[in-house]
């Protein structure tokens, strides 16, 4: 990435709008949290309505379990049983967050009010002051919290104005790539492209070098290879577009261990325990963070190769047990669009109720990447939609994204909306809204990093101080999603001076000419990747433009062996092949298999053991070049 390769216009363009708005939810939020609100107060005077009025112990201590897990044991003084509840109340909770598990917070609820009932009504004394006391407690508990809320929101308010005053006078970057036509990947590049393809490249049901801890978050081997498939399309796109060979066989890989029950079974759990279901069509309802991320791999796969074997019947098969959901391309991206037509808030969720905004950005690059490729309008039928609620219902009142929201509730995780959030919304979002994407970054760039110091800083809040890759904690962890929102907007300086600061404090390992970071995880690796080949607007390009038809049609560098040949460049004109490799492991003669040539056409030839070479009748041709460094191997059409 270089500075050169970025278009700025300062001068005439000039400031972001941001608008504070005067409530602190849009309109199908607030509907949530007005029946959320219902279902409580009427739960609440219900349970106060029972306690003053019954005479059981046992009713009382049912309607007192009614206002908090484990409250009725307040009543039947057994505080180790409330305390437990809360402790296992309080895990259900996570689990839910973590996958989903709508069953176990009501359940564990339930279970303790039932069981203080049952102690009750076999003469356990009780307390008479736990009464008025839970009632009070919890009412009390409601009030200060709608104090804070609208204390927050104020405070939010205030921060909203703060930044649309600076917002307004920021010099607009519209981060565009001017031409790849000589992009070439570096030796670090090269290394770290290596790093991938030795994971990608092993047998589909291997999965050696990758992390596998959990497959219902952040962790999940899916991520891992999303972020390597993205980093490999990157590269290819930007640096060597008319090779396919070994990078685009690891890019198939990477789609098709998707398939696999390792990866995608968790489904079948969240499905049942989240949606009360026992369909586990992976992406019939639901599961944006499986077809949303998928439909990317597919789109830009088929975008940068042409190759479309995706859209063939039961191309994509997902296996478990003796069920099979066979899928295709335009399966995934019709699943896509159908979720977001009947969700409330066109932003469908991830786990079941929970909608994250960054995944549903893959969702609407799905959707893009098919009305480009395949003639779809999905786009046209709900990009309007998406827009709106993702103004409405996802913009904060001071400017940024919400992280995270019920479905079901209204409800979010306010400590999820964080630095790292909002760089991988804001690079994922560059192609459908690059005004949002851009603002985002904007209010990142200038509050939440400091380079003033030794080392640059990122400003870390909630889940910021892990590498979700592992959930090892550490502060390096945002280091990835934010050199890569700084390698697409642009901001070279601040993405030079991260990547010695990551340098310094976690040197990676180079070994048999791969580069990995050993403190960090896969997926980070992989995104760390994707920063490093993305010229700016990389992503954008990817999900928006594709390499141009020239590249579909032009000659390809197709049959090439790994990791014997590193290729390191890879364009033509339609007509012409230009490539720079590099040898492997040791210096060696090798043999290139080209590919779309004009059937029985002579080319000149470069850099290679002969000056000529003739096509045969399927337009291929092969050539032997010895690789004793970096080498220029050309092809041109002889007039």
């Not at 968790?266 to 279901?277: K, M, R």
Request: proline letters at 5%.
């Amino acid at each position: 990435m270089t500075a050169s390769d970025v278009d700025h216009d300062h001068d005439t363009d000039v400031g972001y709008q941001l608008e504070v708005p005067t409530r602190p939810n849009g309109p199908a939020v607030r509907a949530l949290l007005r029946r959320t609100g219902i279902v409580a107060g009427l739960t609440f005077a219900t349970a106060t309505v029972t306690v003053i009025l019954g005479r059981r112990p046992g009713t009382r201590a049912l309607a007192l379990g009614a206002f908090a897990p484990g409250a009725g044991y307040l009543y039947t003084r057994n505080p180790l049983r409330f305390v437990g509840t809360l402790t296992g109340f309080l895990g259900s909770l996570v689990a839910w967050f973590g996958s989903g598990n709508i069953i176990g917070p009501p359940l564990i609820w339930l279970v303790a009010a039932l069981d203080a009932r049952r102690q009750a009504n076999h003469g356990r004394k009780t307390c008479r002051g736990a009464l008025p006391a839970v009632p009070t407690l919890v009412a009390g508990a409601a009030v200060a919290g709608t104090i804070a809320r609208t204390r927050a929101f104020r405070a939010a308010q205030d921060r909203g104005h703060t930044r649309a005053e600076y917002l307004a006078r920021v010099p607009r970057v519209d981060a565009r790539s001017r031409s790849s036509v000589n992009a070439e990947l570096s030796q670090l590049q090269l290394a770290t492209l290596r790093s991938l393809l030795d994971r990608a490249l092993q047998p589909l049901d291997r999965f050696d070098g990758f992390d596998r801890i959990d497959q219902f978050q952040t962790s999940a081997l899916r991520y891992q290879l999303n972020f390597s498939q993205y980093a490999l399309a990157i590269a290819q796109l930007h640096h060597t577009p008319s090779f396919h060979g070994y990078l685009s066989a690891a890019q198939r890989n990477l789609i098709e261990k998707l398939t696999l029950p390792a990866v995608w079974r968790y489904w079948a759990f969240e499905q049942t325990w989240g949606n009360l279901s026992l369909d586990w069509d992976p992406m019939k309802r639901d599961n944006i963070m499986l077809s949303g991320y998928l439909g990317v791999m597919l789109g830009a796969y088929e975008s940068n190769t042409g190759d479309d074997r995706y859209r063939r019947g039961g191309a994509l098969p997902f296996r478990l047990g003796k069920r099979t959901w066979p899928y295709t391309h335009d399966m995934v991206s019709a699943a896509v669009h159908r979720n977001m037509q009947r969700s409330g808030m066109t932003l469908f969720p991830c786990e079941p109720n929970w909608i994250y905004s960054a995944c549903n950005m893959t969702g609407i690059n799905t959707l893009m990447l098919s009305d480009r490729l395949h003639g779809t309008t999905f786009v046209d039928s709900i990009g309007a939609d998406f827009r709106r609620r993702l103004y409405d219902e996802f913009i904060t009142p001071d400017g940024r994204v919400t992280a995270i929201r019920s479905a079901r509730l209204g409800i979010t995780i306010p400590m999820l909306t964080s630095t790292m959030a909002d760089c991988g919304l804001a690079t994922m979002l560059h192609a459908f809204d690059p005004e949002l994407a851009q603002r985002c970054w904007a209010i990142v760039r200038r509050e939440f990093i400091d380079t003033t110091g030794p080392e640059p800083t990122i400003v870390l809040r909630g889940w910021d101080a892990i590498d979700t890759g592992n959930y090892h904690k550490t502060h390096l962890g945002a280091f990835a999603p934010v050199m890569w929102a700084a390698a697409e907007m642009g901001d070279t300086e601040l993405f030079t001076l991260l990547a010695g600061s990551l340098d310094r404090q976690s040197p990676p390992r180079d070994e048999h000419g791969a580069r990995w970071y050993d403190g960090l995880s896969t997926n980070m690796n992989a995104m760390l990747a994707l920063a490093h080949f993305s010229p700016p607007g990389g992503h954008r390009a990817l999900i928006a433009d594709g390499p141009g038809a020239a590249v579909l049609t032009g000659p390809v560098l197709q049959d090439v062996a790994y990791p014997d040949v590193l290729v390191a460049a890879a364009h033509t004109d339609g007509s012409d092949l230009r490539t720079v490799l590099h040898p492997g492991d040791h210096f060696a003669r090798v043999q290139l298999g080209i590919e779309r040539l004009v059937p029985n056409r002579r080319y000149r030839v470069t850099g290679a053991t002969t000056d000529e070479v003739a096509a045969d009748d399927h337009g291929t041709a092969r050539l032997a070049v010895d690789l004793g460094g970096r080498t220029e191997v050309s092809l041109a059409p002889l007039i």
